[in-house]
């Protein structure tokens, strides 16, 4: 675990100081890459721009009606067909043919069909996210050894007892694990469609800072989008980790 | 000149913050030709003198040479091992295998078939050539990991414990071919194992080995005469050196 | 045999014919859904810029896989083959890979203009990732007796690593081939998407903008195409290398 923190820091060190050298020594132009320090001083100013916020706030809130919407139902399909497998049979191979398509190709699609408002945007986070979970649920349904659940029913453990004592915690870290997936496709679904197409959003501020050569607040914003999702990541994982400890313990006892 | 010869050789570890001492002042020599097995109980260095031997690692004190020379790294023209695991290469097929150290040496192609399909004969697996690793029982990988030592032609055969995996049928088999393949290479072995039996069947001398820190406690000489078959193994004179060393080994100070 | 020939075919033209009939009654509107009619046309209208744009997303697409195939595997290896070292680098790498990286490319675009460099190098940045961090666990799994061997017999480092590590590490790889080589195909099609000079993606958005559906889906359509074509050729490098994989588990 020391060599990954170390690897972290070194990692930090060098991006974070050689940016900020790299910038101070006039190295590169400035124009091109303004110093770490000045694009942070923007970041703080965003911070405090209401205007900005609401921005952070409409992309964050596409984010997560897409996910609230698409989790819940990808997992109950991933039971479905892990629970009746002859539906799973038909089905299998559409769900893998979707995921090998590059499901962003359809973006222009969507705009045709639903504009270029919150609906697009999440509909478009919604089919990202949904397929992913999908087959992370099915997986986690399959991976129940039977012979578990016999014993329970040997047992006399009743329908509820084996959904909460044997089939959760053998599920759930698979399951997290897609949700985590999840989230991640999902955002930049969002992103991207409000890259491409939009009239608010984190996504379109981005792009177009890009497009009008405004370095310094594309910097800021491409700083700050990193770390949120990097820290929604972190979060998702530890939380599998703490999850999968917890159960592995009850379902030991 | 003997073909190996150790002098008071040493070897420390360092384990955390405890210096563990594996081999103490380990003396012996093996002339040209032999079948010299080293025997002892579990840990107590045996294959750490092996890999010494092999170049793999240093030792702490002492010296061990092979015709005159220091060993200090592996000389794979003098000196072919095989392992306990076969570690063959699993995308090759057994000649590829056999002819893998050739191959990175630089030699001939068609200099190597011949010379390895030749080896695959005499350990006898010449219709298994274009087999891979997986179609291959474990006695069959072995000895193609044998035909592979013996690919660069070295005076001297290093073998670790390399029948300890397999079923004691095939052990005994693989035993009495080895001594077959030995016999008609004229190579010079040297064999370590736990099993007493093994070590008395196949070799001309028996080192005796103590536990950790290990020492050579006796060298016995084993006069049986060859070719030998495996019926001596019951045999009332093998049986008593067998209880010999057996009780070397287990009245050895600690 | 034949038979079921004569009814995959039967099938895929009633779905055509259906598909036609769904647009043509506007039950869904032609602007959302181009029928297949609408597709050809496109095709015979512009096939031409079309085949010109293909040629050109294929390129960029053809020179992202050789460098980060390069990049991540060289990578992979390297830091792979030390402990400490693939434990300092894989954490940081996955983190990284978590960030949309989407939101790099407008600072590609000012960096390197929307020409086919930006999209190379983000191809790169898209497909780098997942192909390092499967090569490091592949190298880190192979077991310590390989490398033992490897010495007995008086391998030179780079024999040991290009034929000794290298294909013991493959199969591991090649998971991380495969979703690495993917991601460089959506990357660089969408890119061309936001904004380029030329390409499928370049052409799908063109065409959005003027409506012409029929033009957007024969676009997307080409560029499915090229998904497909990377898709069976990573199966087939793929298929070959299980053959490895089921001999290295029964070697054991």
Known sequence: MGAAVAGYLTFAVVLLGGWEL???????????????????VILWRFLHDPRFIADLGLTGGEVAVAFLIAAPLAISTGFLLGERLHLAETFNPVVHFIL?????????????????????????????AYFVILVNSFAAVRSIPRPLVAAARVFGATRAQIYTRIYLPAMLPLILTGL???????????????????????????????????????????VLVSVLTIAVNEAMRLGELHVGRFYARASAA | MPVIEVSKLGKDFSAGRARVRALADVSFSVEEGQFVTLVGPSGCGKSTLLQILAGLIAATSGEARIEGERICAPMPDKIGMVFQDP??????????????????????????RKRCAALLELVGLSEFADHYPHELSGGMRQRVAIARGLAQDPRLILMDEPFAALDEQ??????????????????????ITHSLTEAIYLSDVVLVMSPRPGQVIDTIAIDFPRPREVDIIGSEAFGRIRNRIWHLIAEAPA | MQWRIIKAFAIAAAAMALWEAVVRLDLVSQIILAAPSHIVLAAAQDGGVFLHAFATTSIEIGAAIVIAWTLGIVLGVVAGSSHTLAAATAPVLSSIFAIPLIILYPLLMAWLGIGPLSKVVFGVLSGFFPIALNTIDGVRAIERRYLVFARSIGATKFQTYARIIFPLALPAM?????????????????????????????????????????????????????????????????????????REQAEG
């Not at chain 1, 790299?22 to 091109?32: I, K, S």
């Not at chain 2, 095939?170 to 064999?191: E, N, Q, S």
């Open chain 2, 87 to 112: 570690t063959l290469l699993p995308w090759k097929t057994a000649l590829a295998n056999v002819e893998f150290p050739l191959d990175l040496r630089g030699i001939d192609r068609t200099a190597r």
């Open chain 3, 174 to 246: 090649i998971s991380g081939l495969r979703v690495g080589t993917g991601l460089v195909v959506i990357g660089v099609v969408v890119t061309e998407m936001l904004a380029s000079l030329g390409g499928i993606g370049y052409l799908i958005s063109y065409h959005r903008t003027l409506f012409n559906t029929g033009h957007v889906y024969f676009g997307i359509m080409l560029a499915l195409v090229m998904s497909v074509a990377v898709n069976i050729g990573l199966t087939w490098l793929d298929r070959r290398i299980g053959l490895w994989r089921m």
């Open chain 1, 180 to 222: 985590r997936l999840g989230m991640i496709f999902c955002i930049i679904g969002v992103l991207l469609a409000e890259m491409y197409a939009s009239r608010r959003g984190i996504g379109r501020l981005i792009f177009t800072w890009g497009e009008g050569y405004q370095i310094p607040q594309l910097l800021a914003g491409i």
């Open chain 1, 22 to 40: 790299t910038a101070r020594l006039a190295l590169v132009d400035a124009t091109l890459l303004p110093p770490l320090s000045e694009v942070c």
């Open chain 2, 170 to 191: 095939t052990r005994t088999r693989m035993g009495h071919d080895l001594l077959d393949i030995w016999a008609k290479t004229g190579k010079t072995v040297f064999f």
């Open chain 1, 100 to 128: 090998a398509v590059p499901q962003s190709i359809f973006l222009p699609v969507f705009i045709l069909a639903f504009g270029i408002g919150f609906l697009e945007k999440v509909l478009f986070g919604i089919t990202h």
